[in-house]
């Protein structure tokens, strides 16, 4: 049975009426972590984009995991398609929250619920899986995307959403003009209120009194629960619906004038860093090659050092990383500069320069590796040279190997993308 319209203007706003109550509003989160994430290849060829390795010992999904948890959201529903063995096996052993306080982190793969089709959408899943809401109960609903890197306060967006009186919030930060149309792009009124909002416009219209800038959409959204059940059950009588929140259900809403209204990623605000409104969607390459280039500068703008929002993950029981042989009379010496090196890795007279190493790499004496993303379990050989390589997990790279150096030589081994960069994929054999 549909729920009351929580904004109803006969009735108390709920989160002023929990306020009243001393009682905090309760609030369900889901996170879409079923993209196929194509333009990753070949390193999504096993498993989804959100279960990407990163920065050495995270996976994608583990950035909006934690943000969701540093800001007290531990109710938390993760909806899976693509091969999503892996993500549901990291999930299921790193986010384990204490269940005695009703805090929980789940997967919940596609189960064709409402028919024979899979997810056509994300709101289409989230409407595959709305029984789960209807189990939670919560008065409000938060749908994150599981594939982007970036620190988000969730709860200066609740509280943005409670101050304009919403049924729905959109987290939105503004992007050049020239990368827009790769994005929802919004226009709002001064008081944030979206006014139009257009998916991937070939011309996308500029941010007024910001010229060449463009203020898109983050994928990250707060629904009044009764709203979204109302929406979502509309969107589904609709044929020509493309059953997704950008495409279909966002601007739907916006056109019958609901009160949508924009939660500005520029007044981000992260305990131990000020502001912080760096966002990433390495949804390709060359995106994410730059997001782990840009982790090992002298002050990254993504910063993993900072205790007070921690990026979390699984435990690992590895050792701490080992750096051997000194002998530079041979010049066999093992070392690390301007890199990430993980647990459990062994520069065993290999030298590294601007790469991140995940956990159990070993790169053997008088190796070179420049600019690399070396991912679990890798071993580097003697007298190999890498540059500019993402070699995926359990690859052996042979002595003496070159890579990186020959464009044509490694497209007839490897997938080189126009910019050069190397990609091994997973348990090669070279």
């Known amino acids: 049975m549909p729920r009351e ?30 993209g196929e994430g194509k333009r990753l290849m070949p390193l999504t060829l096993e498993r989804a984009k959100p279960a990407v390795p990163f920065g050495g ?9 934690s943000n969701l948890v540093n800001s007290g ?44 089709s899979w997810f056509r959408g994300s709101a289409d ?20 995307g599981g594939d982007h890197i970036y620190k988000m306060d969730a709860r200066l967006m609740i509280d943005r959403h409670f101050e304009s009186g919403a049924e729905l919030t959109v987290a939105a930060i503004p992007v050049p003009r020239a990368e827009a149309s790769a994005f929802g792009v919004l226009q709002v009124d001064d008081a944030g209120r979206i006014l139009s909002f257009l998916e991937k416009p070939e011309d996308p219209p500029e941010i007024p009194g910001r010229p060449g800038w463009c203020l898109a ?50 007044t981000n605000l992260i305990p131990g860093e000020g502001s912080v409104t760096y966002w990433r969607d390495i949804g390709t390459i060359q995106s994410y090659f730059d997001a782990h280039m840009e982790l090992v500068s002298i002050k990254p703008d993504f910063n993993l050092y900072n205790r007070l ?34 647990d459990g890795c062994i520069i065993s007279g290999g030298q590294i320069h601007r790469s991140v190493l995940a956990h159990g790499v070993r790169v053997n004496s008088f190796a070179h590796v420049e600019q690399c993303i070396l991912m679990e379990g890798v071993q580097v050989g003697r007298y190999a040279r890498l540059r500019k390589v993402i070699c995926d997990k359990g690859v ?8 990186g150096f020959e464009p044509e030589v490694d497209r007839k081994r490897f997938n080189v993308g126009s910019d050069g960069i190397v990609v091994i994929p997973k348990r090669a054999r070279l």
């Not at 929406?231 to 739907?252: N, R």
């Open 5 to 34: 319209n929580l904004l109803d203007d006969t009735m108390e706003h709920p989160l002023r009426a929990s306020h009243t109550r001393g009682s905090a509003p309760q609030i369900l989160s889901m996170v879409l972590a079923g």
């Open 57 to 65: 010992r995270y996976r994608i999904i583990d950035v909006v995991l």
């Open 73 to 116: 959201l531990t109710r938390v529903k993760v909806l899976t398609q693509y091969k999503s063995a892996s993500l549901e096996e990291h999930v299921a052993r790193a986010w384990r929250l204490s269940p005695i306080l009703d805090n929980y982190i789940e997967t919940i793969p596609a189960q064709q619920r409402t028919g024979l």
């Open 125 to 144: 899943a989230v409407w595959q899986c709305f029984n789960c809401i209807e189990d939670a109960n919560p008065d409000f609903v938060c749908i994150f």
């Open 217 to 266: 959409s983050m994928g990250n959204y707060m629904f009044n629960t009764a709203v979204l059940e109302e929406e979502l059950v509309k969107d589904q009588t609709d044929e020509a619906s493309a059953h997704d929140f950008g495409k279909s259900i966002v601007p739907a809403m916006v056109a019958s004038g609901r009160r949508v209204f924009i939660f500005d990623f520029g």
């Open 309 to 342: 929002w921690p990026i979390r993950t699984g435990m690992s029981f590895d050792p701490p990383a080992k750096f051997v042989f000194s002998d530079q009379h041979n010049a066999r010496i093992g070392i690390a500069t301007d890199s990430l090196v993980s």
């Open 396 to 403: 052996e790279i042979p002595t003496g190997m070159q890579i």
